[in-house]
């Protein structure tokens, strides 16, 4: 189908283009709202500034596509392909996108507050200020993505897998971080107020200048990480393994501290190293 014929039908009242071939295409600045794309071919496609809300990608295919500014808010992605896809600045507002492949996907700036991102692949994504305010990513594997000032709180991820990824800065106020893997992952200076982070892992992982007060980390592992100059005041220690992690200059309630965290070969706050029986 080409572009023209696309428009003509939709101009003619029809929004069923299941199933529907319209690689490499160009589709800028209009408007295809309320449509059935389902299992459609978009590979390569040009959508920029498209207002494409309250309609059906689910088992689409728009790998390689061009979505900078697009609206989808509202839009149903269910296991849609957008592998490699340019969706900086887009408006993935309230979607449905459910074990959806974002693998290598660029989502620079992109609103994707209050959506559904359950087995999601961002794998080695560029999340760089991207907002996903309240959105469930509930076992998404972000190993390797780029969260670089992401404004992710009171977001869920629960059994996420989050190894080597980039959060530097990133707003993880309230986040729910339980059971996550975290191994080797930039968090220096993020903001973890009131997180839950118990039973994650984040052996390896950089927390240097961090804010996890308040913070659960009942069972959290630590192992090796560096925690230089976190802010751990009033967080909850209660079995949280800091095997050979750095504390030096951390603020944290010493007397809790020592009482509810696994402590062996710990660097202290005041440089020197505990272990603990």
């Known amino acids: 189908m080409t572009s023209q014929e696309l428009l003509e039908q939709y101009a003619q009242g029809i929004r069923n283009f299941r199933s529907v071939d319209l690689r490499e295409l160009k589709l800028t600045q209009i408007n295809l709202t309320e449509s059935n794309f389902e299992r459609a071919i978009l590979k390569n496609v040009d959508l920029t500034e498209t207002n494409l809300e309250f309609t059906n990608f689910n088992f689409a295919d728009l790998s390689h596509s061009v979505l900078k500014k697009t609206k989808f808010s509202q839009s149903c992605l269910r296991k849609a392909n957008l592998y490699k896809s340019d969706l900086r ?17 660029n989502l620079y700036g992109i609103e994707l507050s209050l959506s559904k991102l359950r087995q999601v692949n961002l794998r080695r994504a560029n999340l760089t ?8 990513l509930f076992m998404a594997d972000l190993t390797q993505a780029i969260l670089y000032q992401a ?11 989050l190894t080597q990824a980039n959060l530097q800065e990133a707003n993880l106020i309230d986040a729910r971080l339980s059971d996550a893997i975290l191994t080797e992952a930039n968090l220096t200076r993020a903001i973890l107020y009131l997180a839950d982070l118990s039973r994650s892992n984040l052996t390896n992982s950089q927390l240097c200048e961090s804010n996890l007060c308040e913070a659960g980390l009942k069972g959290t592992i ?3 990480s560096n925690l230089n100059r976190a802010n751990l005041w009033m967080a909850d220690f209660t079995e949280a393994d800091f095997t050979n992690a750095n504390l030096t200059d951390a603020t944290l309630h010493l007397d809790d501290f020592l009482n509810k965290a696994i402590i062996k070969n710990t660097q202290m706050p005041d440089g020197t190293f505990l272990t603990r029986p």
């Open 151 to 161: 404004d992710l709180g009171d977001t869920a991820f629960r059994f996420a897998n």
């Open 222 to 224: 630590f192992r090796g």
């Open 129 to 136: 200020k991207a907002c996903l305010l309240e959105s469930d």
């Open 89 to 105: 600045e887009a408006d993935f507002l309230a979607v449905q996108m459910s074990g959806a492949n974002l693998c290598e996907a």
